[in-house]
T-cell receptor, first 111, second 111 residues
Framework: GQNIDQPTEMTATEGAIVQINCTYQTSGFNGLFWYQQHAGEAPTFLSYNVLDGLEEKGRFSSFLSRSKGYSYLLLKELQMKDSASYLCAVKGQTGANNLFFGTGTRLTVIP | DTAVSQTPKYLVTQMGNDKSIKCEQNLGHDTMYWYKQDSKKFLKIMFSYNNKELIINETVPNRFSPKSPDKAHLNLHINSLELGDSAVYFC??????????FGPGTRLTVT
């Protein structure tokens, strides 16, 4: 089975840094994705990690530790437009293009 | 130029009816998917199609049936609609093994 856990909600201040954690237990692992979803819109791709370590992309960074079944998404210099849900997703077994999503973390950025 | 499109955007219907949601992608991707996002915003995969072959089918009722007339289209047919089918349905596509691109979603309301 697949089990992916994230905090349900987080609040952070504009200009600050926030870290959203994700832990997973899955049968097979072929990468971990982070998606952003604004209310009423489709999820959009943010990052992909398949090897251990940190991937940086502008204000967003994503970290993966496969041995710990753990990832985090780091958002720097928060802006009001970063208020959204952040979805952690694990790609399962080799050969299958299935993504298993966590329940998402709703981030609210306050002035 | 819309990458992944879905129609309709909103669908309101009564219990027991049969309905279809259409999805088209112009990205030339090999794999297309259907996801269901419930009221708690949990995104769960329903089907994926690779080169017109169903490769996964996550324990969804057989009232739901995907139809792929060609590589660029994956339609979702739902028979005998039930109240619990109310949700947002997202279509997505991906190349062989990387990020998925999501359509805008179809909000289905069963009354």
């Amino acid at each position: 089975g697949q089990n992916i856990d994230q905090p349900t909600e987080m609040t952070a201040t504009e200009g600050a840094i926030v870290q959203i954690n994700c832990t997973y237990q899955t049968s097979g692992f072929n990468g971990l994705f982070w998606y952003q979803q604004h209310a009423g819109e489709a999820p959009t791709f943010l990052s992909y990690n398949v090897l251990d370590g940190l991937e940086e992309k502008g204000r967003f960074s994503s970290f993966l530790s496969r041995s710990k079944g753990y990832s985090y998404l780091l958002l720097k210099e928060l802006q009001m437009k970063d208020s959204a849900s952040y979805l952690c997703a694990v790609k399962g077994q080799t050969g299958a293009n299935n993504l298993f999503f966590g329940t998402g973390t709703r981030l609210t950025v306050i002035p | 130029d819309t990458a992944v499109s879905q129609t309709p955007k909103y669908l309101v219907t009564q219990m027991g009816n049969d309905k279809s949601i259409k999805c088209e992608q112009n990205l030339g991707h090999d794999t297309m998917y259907w996801y269901k996002q419930d009221s708690k915003k949990f995104l769960k995969i329903m089907f994926s199609y690779n080169n017109k072959e169903l490769i996964i089918n996550e324990t969804v009722p057989n009232r739901f049936s995907p139809k792929s007339p060609d590589k660029a289209h994956l339609n979702l047919h739902i028979n005998s609609l039930e109240l619990g089918d109310s949700a947002v349905y997202f279509c997505a596509s991906s190349p062989s093994s990387y990020e998925q691109y999501f359509g805008p979603g179809t909000r289905l309301t069963v009354t």
